[in-house]
């Protein structure tokens, strides 16, 4: 028996223990194992080189949760993989002169060590990484599938191409108008792409959001609703001035047209093309538009644009003439590609109206007494109806149908659904990702890769030079038959966007196993995920792809579930304080927090260790590069071992809150795991206590054994209704507190002292599985912690013997009074009256009134 805590040494035995056990292993197949299923699955991190705190904290997180569940009964898978293809590792191949296969595979070596270091309770076995040919050769399969269904299409599409990285970027790669990785300007081109019709799915994806409710955090809710953007309006037919035929535009306002004082259309119209045409100062401006063509992300910023384009429409009600414009706020891929301008209620309409000087026509109020002043800006409430014939005084729904209505009946409007969502643009001209299954043939045109010659294997030895994809150059990869006709081919050389990659590995890992099936019975028998865990920066994109390929596999009969994680969990940021000093030149230079020492006196103090002159203190930011404000976990597990750092992950904040870093935190988590130790080694010590009859002993035992379950009590709530584990660890820490103050030596407290150390380390096994292993085992049990059941409270011992009352008289609080808690209610006011504190106040007065609210409180009336 060790005496000194050492942490390495427990670390290594218990993950030696469970690695030899192959106690985290979950055959396939169900066997004859009775437990209910639960699938707690953590968001697999890209394969960087080293694990940063965030990746800690996600990964804690999920392993307490899983191991909670265990602990409860269930039978839980939690696996682990790598979402491997991406930019990063093509960068490090410039960079480095190093393969990116041979680098993303080094790295994956390292990070696995380190998350086995932190003793994860991952099911190794079915760990596979998306570069492996065996996962993506699924993806590829299920592409082709898709593509039979008809959700697949190869179209020209004008894409956001990023100059630098030489490459196509989507909608929300594109940020303020800037490539999300260069930072470079992002241009407008139009080049043939693969698009999966995610938007067939687009009313699913918004109404599915309900089942959701209540295990989804809200935010991530909207966050969904939002991007997909369902909108119900009115598509209307304009008629042109002395042409046959129509401009159709779509609007959610149609209560608003009495406004309407111009139209205007995207650059890409056809109208503002056949006005390029004729007129050569029209092509000149729509060329510029589409070159710097704004992208939705700053539609609503961006500097307004445009041209008439000497075309006039006909206002369908009032017969008037309004002018066409082009616009380079109006986007070709929304709607009909145009707007019916009401500036009057629409902030871009009023901007541009404001800019060319075009007329603003007011006709929605806030209420019957006329329209909003729209002098300074637009009014874009919904209102009552002005300056509109016989719309007037009608809100927004009547005059939404009326509008509607009068329209369709004349065979010029039809009330449409719109949806801001696109289909999905998978089409990367990348080298390292997963090749697209697809052979170009000069009579056949784009055929599919036979199944039998799947997957197409993407070569791993080629070194991008930063020119372009070089698998384009590799003709070994490019030249080919084509699978139909037996022609010279060429072969696809784009990749798959990496998003795909991560849109259904939650459903192999289940069916890791099947060398026969992209998932098979078991993947079925685990999805949905019970608990997905990760990062909030996800909330959008990769959970919409997840959620839309479930469905896609679902309806192709993969699955059998609608969504893919039932529960989410998004964890907060990791954050930790900033050092700088600002240079002559104006720049800061940044310090780790561990490179200066605070002036504990003032916390706005601190020098920098290195020339003791002083550095500014800055915000509390998410850890990063830029700031270098991170903290290496590595050293943090070197320093006090993967427990330590657990534990403070989990005590320090609640799991969706941010957490700040802190070094005392950390040596505080330390030097509790060390008191823990020698409390149980101590009881141990003292040995079996010969029982003898000791009421004083007695009683300390059943105000001990309270005091334990009533903390487990609320720890269980804590912990499995409201995923909180800070305030449980607390409750821990107070428990050995408690113990550390019992006198052990007396046998009916050694006794209760043995079930709270019991009940503590089963509590703690999930955050500190290392120590709470070894301890469990000094104990004599036979069975390993990871399996001993829960401790729950056990109602008979929170019954108390005593209640405490508070006593009022005439309503202000007195004193308090300690009774039997099956004492009457005229022992109560006997036991009230006597307390000196209240008596005081009750001098020889008679008692008017007696109130007593059993278990409560006493109120005296005089
Ligand atoms: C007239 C109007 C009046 C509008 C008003 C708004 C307010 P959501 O809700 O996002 O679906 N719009 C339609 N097609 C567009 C396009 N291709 N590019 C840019 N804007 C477009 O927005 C629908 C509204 O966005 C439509 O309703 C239209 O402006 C504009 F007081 O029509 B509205
Ligand atoms: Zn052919």
Not at 17 to 22: C, F, I, S
Not at 639 to 662: I, K, N
Not at 753 to 768: D, M, Q, S, Y
Request: a negative charge; proline letters at 6%.
């Amino acid at each position: 028996m060790q005496q000194e805590y050492d942490a390495a040494a427990v670390e290594q035995a218990a993950q030696q223990y469970w690695r030899e056990n192959d106690s985290f292993r979950i055959a396939p197949g169900a066997g004859e194992d009775p437990r209910r299923h639960f699938y707690c699955l953590s968001m697999f991190p890209y394969p960087s080189g080293k694990l940063h705190m965030g990746h800690v904290r996600n990964y804690t997180i999920g392993d307490v949760i899983a191991r909670v569940r265990r602990m409860q009964g269930d039978r839980v898978l939690q696996p682990m993989g790598w979402d491997a293809f991406g930019l990063p590792a093509e960068n490090a191949a410039m960079d480095r002169g190093v393969a990116p296969g041979e680098w993303t595979r080094a790295n994956i070596d390292a990070m696995r060590a380190q998350l086995q270091r932190l003793g994860f309770g991952y099911d190794w076995s079915r760990e596979f990484a998306t570069c492996d040919p065996g996962y993506y050769r699924w993806q590829q399969w299920f592409f082709l599938k898709l593509w039979e269904a008809g959700l697949v299409e190869r179209r020209s599409a004008v894409v956001n191409w990023d100059p630098i990285d030489q490459t196509v970027l989507a909608n929300e790669q594109v940020i303020d108008g800037r490539g999300w990785r260069s930072g470079a300007e992002v241009e407008q081109r139009e080049i043939p792409q693969w698009f999966i019709r995610i938007t067939d799915y687009a009313d699913q994806l918004v109404d599915d959001l309900e089942k959701l409710e209540g295990s989804w955090p809200e935010a991530v809710r909207t966050m969904q609703a939002n991007w997909i953007g369902r909108s119900y309006g009115v598509e209307i037919d304009f008629a042109l001035v002395g042409r046959d035929e129509r401009l159709s535009v779509y609007t959610t306002r149609p209560d608003t047209i009495g406004g309407v004082t111009y139209m205007a259309v995207a650059p890409q119209h056809p109208l503002a093309r056949e006005a390029a045409e004729r007129d050569p100062d029209v092509a000149t401006f729509v060329n510029e538009l589409q070159r710097s063509g704004v992208s939705e992300a700053n539609l609503e910023t961006a500097e307004k644009r445009g041209m008439p384009l000497g075309i006039d429409a006909v206002h369908p009600i009032t017969g008037e003439t309004v002018p066409i414009w082009v616009a380079n706020f109006v986007l070709m891929a929304y709607g009909a590609g145009a707007v019916m301008a009401v500036p009057a209620h629409d902030e871009r309409d009023h901007a541009f109206a404001t800019a060319y000087g075009l007329p603003i026509r007011p006709v929605i109020g806030p209420d019957t007494s006329g329209p909003a002043d729209v002098s300074e800006g637009a009014y874009s409430d919904k209102g009552i109806v002005h300056n509109s014939g016989e719309f007037d005084g009608m809100n927004f729904e009547q005059a939404f149908n009326a509008v509607a209505e009068k329209l369709q009946a004349a065979g010029i409007g039809r009330v449409r659904k719109n949806f801001r969502l696109r289909d999905w643009g998978v089409s990367r001209q990348r080298y390292w990702g997963c090749p697209i299954p697809v052979i170009y043939c000069e009579g056949c045109g784009a055929v599919p890769v036979p199944e039998s010659e799947l997957p197409v294997k993407l070569p791993e030895n080629l070194r991008p030079d930063g020119s372009g994809n070089p698998l384009a150059k590799h003709s070994d990869f490019v030249d080919c038959s084509c699978p139909k006709c037996g022609a010279a081919a060429r072969r696809e050389t784009d990749t798959f966007d990496t998003f795909i990659d991560s849109s259904w590995y939650f459903a192999r890992f289940a069916s890791a196993h099947s060398d026969t099936a992209m998932v098979d019975e078991d993947a079925r028998r685990w999805m949905p995920v019970d608990q997905y865990v990760g990062g909030v920066e996800h909330a959008v994109l990769h959970l919409l792809y997840a959620r839309f390929f479930t469905k896609a596999m679902r309806d192709q009969g993969l699955l059998d579930c609608d969504e893919p994680f039932a529960r989410l969990l998004t964890q907060g940021m990791v954050v930790a304080p900033t050092f700088f000093r600002e240079q002559a030149d104006g720049r800061r230079q940044w310090f780790n927090p561990g490179e200066v020492q605070l002036d504990a006196g003032d916390r706005s103090q601190a020098v920098a260790l290195a020339d003791g002159a002083s550095v500014q203190v800055g915000a509390i930011e998410k850890m990063s590069k830029s700031k270098n404000n991170g903290v290496d976990p590595q050293a943090m597990i070197d320093a006090h071992g993967a427990d330590a750092v657990r534990l403070f992950m989990m005590f320090a904040a609640p799991p969706e809150q941010s957490l700040e870093w802190s070094d005392a935190g950390l040596e505080g988590a330390s030097r509790f795991l060390r008191r823990l130790w020698r409390l149980v080694h101590e009881h141990l010590a003292a040995g079996p206590v010969a029982a003898d009859a000791d009421p004083a002993a007695e009683e300390a035992a059943s105000a001990l054994r309270r005091q334990l379950h009533e903390a487990l009590r609320k720890i269980d709530d804590d912990v499995n209704r409201r995923q909180i584990f800070n305030t449980a660890v607390a409750a821990c820490m107070e428990l050995l507190n408690a113990a550390g103050r019992a006198d052990g030596s007396r046998p009916a407290v050694h006794a209760v002292v043995r079930e709270l150390i019991e009940a503590l380390l089963r509590v703690l096994a999930p955050i500190t599985p290392h120590i709470s292993h070894a301890l469990w085992r000094e104990l004599g049990h036979e069975q390993p912690v990871i399996d001993a059941p829960w401790p729950t409270a056990d109602a008979q011992a929170l019954v108390s013997d005593d209640v405490t009352l508070v006593v009022q008289v005439n309503g202000k609080l007195r004193g308090r009074v300690t009774v039997p808690a099956d004492a009457d209610e005229e022992a109560i006011i006997a036991a009230a009256t006597a307390e000196e504190s209240v008596a005081r106040f009750l001098g020889e007065q008679p008692l008017r009134k007696k109130i007593v609210v059993p278990g409560r409180l006493v109120n005296l009336v005089v």
